[in-house]
């Protein structure tokens, strides 16, 4: 009788995997990228900061010792006298204090105004919503220039020519705002405004108690562009005001040059005290605007 074998045979190969293997970066080579990178800002950083550091050299030298050469990088006896007459003759308080309220006005309507626009254009449905966000984008293309004459005219019908109201009037709102505090909106999670109105938020207290406190860096960043572009006004104010008392401080300093042709550094010393409160800023919301700037570039 014939033995069947009941247990098959089989064969198996066992078929290796392809070893992929990673060659660690050199620590050296990791080190010299390090160090190219930081001297590549290094010298970002001084090719920026080398205008302002003239600058305020210049205001303590004597004006001969500016026009010198080679220039002195170094003032051995400074001139801070120059600080003082800029500040005296150039009356540059006044002009400082009514470069604050313009500048304080307009920041205060066009963040607030930016707020509310782009609180509606993320998060509320109404018609044509999406032409009115491209007409505000579209504000964007057209240079101030363009209308100013409009905006002139306009003022003075309005009585508000040679008043505050007429300096900060133009610059209440901006296509700009708005786009910018949308963006920062949409990176916010959509279930904050179900779990909000699930806890009976309006969207007042959603946007006063959620949005707004998640949404700082970029209403930040917001304040600090509105600052630098109210302060830095010069058409503008000359346009529109005919009063000395109400000249803003870009103004002040064309009337500083003006009247010291033979103390350049005088003048030097003005334009260091105008951007000091720039300075100031950008210090005070330096991590605010960096994360303003870069939120939403990186996810996960």
Do not use: C
Request: avoid cysteine.
């Amino acid at each position: 009788m014939a033995i069947e074998s009941a247990v098959p045979f089989s064969a198996t190969v066992d078929v290796a995997e392809p070893v992929t293997t990673t060659v660690a970066e050199p620590p050296n080579r990791g080190l010299a990228k390090k160090i190219l990178w930081y001297a590549l800002l290094t010298f970002i950083a001084l090719v920026i900061f080398f205008p302002i550091y003239i600058s305020v050299v210049n205001s303590l030298l004597k004006p001969d010792q500016i026009a010198r050469r080679p220039p002195s990088f170094f003032p051995s006896h400074p001139q801070w006298s120059s600080y003082s007459k800029a500040w005296s003759q150039g009356h540059l308080g006044k002009f400082l204090l009514n470069s604050a309220i313009v500048t304080g006005i307009i920041v205060a309507f066009e963040v607030g105004l930016s707020i509310v626009a782009a609180y509606a254009f993320a998060f509320l449905e109404f018609p044509f919503k999406r032409t009115l966000f491209t007409v505000f984008l579209a504000t964007l293309m057209i240079p101030f220039e363009v209308t100013i004459a409009t905006n002139l005219d306009t003022i003075v019908k309005l009585n508000a020519y040679n008043t505050y109201v007429g300096l900060a009037m133009p610059f209440l709102a901006t296509g700009f705002g708005a786009f910018l505090l949308r963006q920062a909106f949409l990176q916010l999670p959509k279930d904050l405004k179900d779990a909000a109105a699930l806890d009976g938020y309006g969207h007042l207290r959603f946007l006063t108690r959620v949005v707004i406190p998640l949404a700082r860096p970029g209403i930040a960043a917001l304040t600090v562009f509105a600052f630098l572009s109210a302060w830095n006004q010069y058409l503008w104010p000359l346009l529109v005001t005919k009063d000395q008392r109400l000249r803003t401080v870009q103004i002040g300093l064309g009337f500083l040059r003006a009247q010291q042709i033979d103390q350049v550094n005088v003048t030097f010393a003005g334009t260091v005290i105008a951007v000091i409160p720039l300075f100031l800023l950008l210090v005070v919301f330096q991590k605010q605007l960096v994360r303003g700037l870069t939120a939403g570039a990186v996810k996960g």
